[in-house]
């Protein structure tokens, strides 16, 4: 199970690596007077779609397992649960934060169109 989603993280990060490229060459090109072209436009939305979703999918993932390994550290020792909650929310928050970020970069990537 290990391997297989180490070789899917590997597949993706070469996947979407790739194309990292064409989402700078977007980023970098200049706004004429008629806009943007057309074949930076298409790899501009498709830059915007799939940072977005690698970062709400990380989000995800990282919230998943502080949950997670909050619930059980509280199930181990309940006396600890106020100070583990505390934390916990912290740091749900941090990765929320990171989320929200992305979404904030992605919305001025896209509205550049």
Do not use: C, D, H
């Not at 979407?16 to 008629?34: D, I, V, Y």
């Not at 059980?72 to 941090?94: C, D, F, Q």
């Amino acid at each position: 199970m290990v391997k297989k989603l180490k070789k899917l993280w590997l597949t993706l990060g070469v996947v979407f690596g790739s194309l990292f490229p064409f989402a700078a060459s977007a980023m970098a090109a200049e706004q004429k007077a008629a806009g943007l072209p057309t074949e930076v436009k298409k790899y501009l939305v498709l830059a915007v779609g799939i940072g977005m979703g690698i970062a709400s999918a990380g989000g995800a993932i990282g919230q998943g397992r502080g949950m997670a390994s909050a619930m059980e550290g509280i199930a181990r020792n309940p006396s600890v649960y106020g100070k583990l909650v505390t934390a916990m929310l912290i740091g749900l928050a941090m990765i929320e934060s990171l989320v929200i970020y992305t979404l904030v970069i992605e919305l001025l990537l896209f509205f550049k169109l």
